[in-house]
């Protein structure tokens, strides 16, 4: 839903401004060591699966860039799994700095649809 662009989450975004706060400190650290979050937040998404036991993750592309970009990230996440390439340790240590950001938002969702989505 757009929380880990790194322009920031739409206009729209149903989540609340701790959140929000968190996904801009998590883009800056990331941006600093070099990173770009989408891809991070996408790398994250597609070994979930193993990880964290996600059945399915579904990401929004825009452009034809974006989807080369996602499958491309995805045969990576693949390659590391069957430890054909390894994780650098710059990247290890981002995520970390990322995942302890977020960490107070851990299995945290948000109403869907909203009351006034709902009352129409």
Same mark, same amino acid.
């Given at each position: 839903?757009?929380?880990?662009?790194?322009?920031?989450?739409? %206009?729209?975004?149903?989540?609340?401004? =701790?959140?929000? &706060?968190?996904? !801009?400190?998590?883009? +800056?650290?990331? *941006? $600093?060591?070099?990173?770009?979050?989408?891809?991070?937040?996408?790398?994250?998404?597609?070994?979930?699966?193993?990880?964290?036991?996600?059945?399915?993750?579904?990401?929004?592309?825009?452009?034809?860039?974006?989807?080369? %970009?996602?499958?491309?990230?995805?045969? =990576?996440?693949? &390659?590391?799994? !069957?430890?054909?390439? +390894?994780?650098? *340790? $710059?990247?290890?240590?981002?995520?970390?700095?990322?995942?302890?950001?977020?960490?107070?938002?851990?299995?945290?969702?948000?109403?869907?649809?909203?009351?006034?989505?709902?009352?129409?």
């Amino acid at each position: 839903m757009g929380l880990f662009r790194p322009s920031g989450p739409p %206009e729209w975004h149903p989540a609340h401004a =701790e959140l929000r &706060e968190a996904a !801009r400190k998590a883009m +800056e650290v990331s *941006k $600093a060591a070099g990173f770009n979050i989408a891809k991070l937040a996408s790398q994250y998404a597609f070994k979930a699966r193993e990880e964290i036991g996600v059945d399915s993750t579904i990401i929004g592309l825009k452009m034809k860039e974006q989807v080369e %970009e996602a499958v491309e990230t995805w045969t =990576e996440v693949k &390659e590391r799994e !069957r430890g054909l390439i +390894e994780i650098p *340790k $710059a990247e290890r240590k981002v995520m970390d700095e990322v995942l302890a950001l977020l960490a107070p938002y851990h299995d945290y969702s948000w109403e869907s649809p909203t009351k006034k989505e709902r009352e129409g």
